[in-house]
Every structure is written in structure tokens, then in C-alpha cells.
């Protein structure tokens, strides 16, 4: 009987230990993509603890949003280079793939090298087009936004949300979809 009152403390013991470090664990959250989550530390280099200490916000693939946007940034030149972050940014708040937008940005304007004419001139950095023809913007940050505004409503918001069921809706182009993934391969 003896050992039955011990054994049973014992599990006592350890699950109210148990109890307190999940307790303890939880104060400080990870938020990803809006979702509180506690098992990110293996997607980053960071133990979990880091991630708390450091109250560090992985939004992308085990990315910070500085990193992700350094890695856009690396491939954006021109009149584009510097707005990586700022693609990031706006994507995620949309729930639009941020690497998947800056990659049809690059195909779209050429920006990997010198920027089109529509970057250029009009702060057009998806091609897109009104009832005019070729859409302008008053800033290279609004035709971001637009940019990336268009992609949620007309694409991700009906499910096509890959290059490969985007392509037939954005582009006439049967090569479109590989040549964005191209650009994706490249980003990450």
C-alpha cells in the first residue's frame, strides 16, 4: 500500500510538472501566417527557446520577414532592388505567397536586370491591365499593393494559387507557369 501512495504521487508530481512547463512554454507564442504555433524551432537554426527569448516572428518557411525579404531583394534589381521586404510584407498580410508574387513580378517586369517600360513609367509591376490598356500607378509602392490586392482577389481568393493553375487566367503563355517557378527556384 505503501508503494502505491508513492507511485502515486510520483505521477502526480509529473504531471503537474508537465502541466507547468507546457504552462510555462505557452506565455510567449509564434505567430505564422495568423496561427499560434510552438513546434516552429525546427524550421529554423534557432532551439525553441531562442525563438521565445528573442520573441522572433518565422512567416515564411522558417524565414523571418527580414530574411524573407533579403532573399527576394537579392534577386530584385533596378528600380525594384530594396523592396523586397515590402513585397514580403504586403503578400502575407493577403494571404498571397510572397515568393510566388515577387516571382511574376520578375517575369512581368524584368527586374531581375533593368525594369520594363511599364515599371518604368507607369509603377506597373504585374502587367496588369484596365479597360484602358496597361494599368499606372502614382508610386512604385501602390502599384505594389495593387499588384498583390489583384493576385488575392482574382486568384488566390478562387483557389488558384500555384503558377500552374494561375497560368491559363494570367498569361496566354503555355511556358508562364515553369517560367515563374524558374524565379521561385531562384528566390529560395
Given amino acids: 500500500m505503501k508503494n502505491y501512495i508513492i507511485k502515486m504521487m510520483l505521477v502526480v508530481l509529473i504531471i503537474s510538472s508537465i502541466i507547468n512547463i507546457y504552462k510555462e512554454n505557452n506565455k510567449e507564442k509564434i505567430v505564422f501566417h495568423g496561427e499560434v504555433v510552438n513546434s516552429l524551432a525546427y524550421q ?21 520577414l527580414d530574411e524573407l525579404g533579403a532573399k527576394i531583394d537579392k534577386v530584385f534589381n533596378s528600380r525594384l532592388k530594396g523592396y523586397g521586404k515590402i513585397v514580403a510584407e504586403k503578400a502575407l498580410e493577403k494571404d498571397v505567397d510572397p515568393v510566388v508574387a515577387a516571382s511574376i513580378m520578375l517575369l512581368e517586369t524584368g527586374c531581375k536586370w533593368e525594369c520594363s517600360s511599364l515599371v518604368k513609367y507607369k509603377n506597373n509591376v504585374g502587367g496588369m491591365r484596365g479597360s484602358r490598356g ?5 508610386t512604385l509602392d501602390s502599384g505594389i499593393e495593387a499588384f498583390i490586392n489583384n493576385l488575392a482577389r482574382n486568384y488566390y481568393a478562387k483557389g488558384l494559387n500555384t503558377p500552374e493553375k494561375m497560368n491559363k487566367k494570367y498569361a496566354t503563355s503555355k511556358t508562364w507557369a515553369k517560367k515563374v517557378n524558374n524565379y521561385v527556384n531562384m528566390i529560395m
Fill in 44 to 64: 529554423s537554426e534557432l532551439t525553441y527557446n531562442e525563438l521565445i527569448e528573442e520573441k522572433i516572428e518565422i512567416v515564411y518557411k522558417g524565414l523571418t
Fill in 134 to 138: 496597361y494599368m499606372s500607378f502614382k
